[in-house]
């Protein structure tokens, strides 16, 4: 089992979510809801207004989301979902667990506060302006930002 940290359309009631309990593409199981311990720049950009996270840490915010535990189904699904490496890059990220949602590995769970890796999805291939775009610490698609993300459904 791999440890993802999701911070855009895949978590809780963003419009990609269901694809993580699809059973087709794996299993994965919510396991704390976190933030990066570093900053790092998060905007919405293209002409689907895709949130990104951009690999330029200390810069931006901590950004806020969701540690989920995945299998290796799971893992594939997602990097090819994420479009590994054209569009997002699969790195280690540490994140801070602002609150724990089960056990681990049969253990008490650690504080909050405690300090744990993931794989995060980030890109390093964006457009200059991009670094200049407002950056935010948690993304929602319905958010005041007026910028609709487009499924992939819903794409020409």
Not at 16 to 39: C, L, P, Q, V, W
Not at 119 to 129: G, K, N, R
Request: aromatic share 14%; glycine share 6%.
């Amino acid at each position: 089992m791999a440890r993802v940290f999701v911070y855009g359309t895949l978590k809780k009631g963003q419009p990609n979510y269901f694809r993580m309990f699809d059973i087709n593409n794996g299993k994965a199981e919510f396991i704390a809801s976190a933030f990066t311990k570093h900053k790092f720049p998060l905007v919405i950009a293209g002409k689907y207004n895709i949130p990104f996270l951009l690999n330029l840490p200390g810069q931006g915010h901590r950004v806020h989301g969701e540690i989920y535990e995945v299998d290796n189904q799971m893992l594939k699904f997602l990097d090819d979902f994420e479009s590994i490496p054209t569009m997002y890059q699969r790195t280690t990220v540490e994140v801070e667990v602002k609150e724990w949602a089960r056990k681990m590995d049969g253990e008490d769970r650690p504080s909050p506060g405690s300090i744990t890796e993931a794989f995060v999805y980030s890109t390093t291939t964006y457009q200059p302006d991009w670094p200049s775009l407002p950056s935010y610490e948690s993304y929602d698609c319905y958010g005041d930002h007026n910028l609709q993300y487009a499924t992939r459904e819903a794409r020409d």
